[in-house]
């Protein structure tokens, strides 16, 4: 599969509401593989890879966050595709 990968850092009220979560969540519906952890800043910072429209729809997802989220800012930089993961999971 060509696919693409897209690092995300997203700032705001981004921990403690279920952002992890709920991130693999959307992650796996959208058969994506990757990774999501906190920062210590206080930022939320992931990698995802999977098609290019499944991928952009997650990016999508990320402004928002689940309910209680407040994203202030997205970063987001494309990267070259690796196929590295298996599955998309919180990364401690």
């Not at 058969?31 to 210590?40: E, K, S, Y």
């Not at 800043?41 to 729809?57: F, K, L, P, T």
Request: proline share 3%; net charge positive; hydrophobic share 35%.
């Amino acid at each position: 599969m060509a696919g693409i990968r897209a690092h995300i850092f997203v700032s705001g009220r981004v921990q403690g509401v279920f952002y992890r979560s709920n991130t693999t969540r959307k992650a796996l519906e959208l058969r994506l593989t990757g990774w999501v952890r906190n920062l210590p800043d206080g930022r939320v910072e992931v990698v995802a890879e999977g098609e290019e429209n499944q991928v952009d729809e997650l990016i999508r997802w990320c402004g928002m966050g689940p309910p209680r989220a407040a994203v202030t800012n997205l970063e987001v930089k494309r990267e070259t595709y690796t196929g590295e993961f298996e599955t998309f999971r919180v990364r401690r």
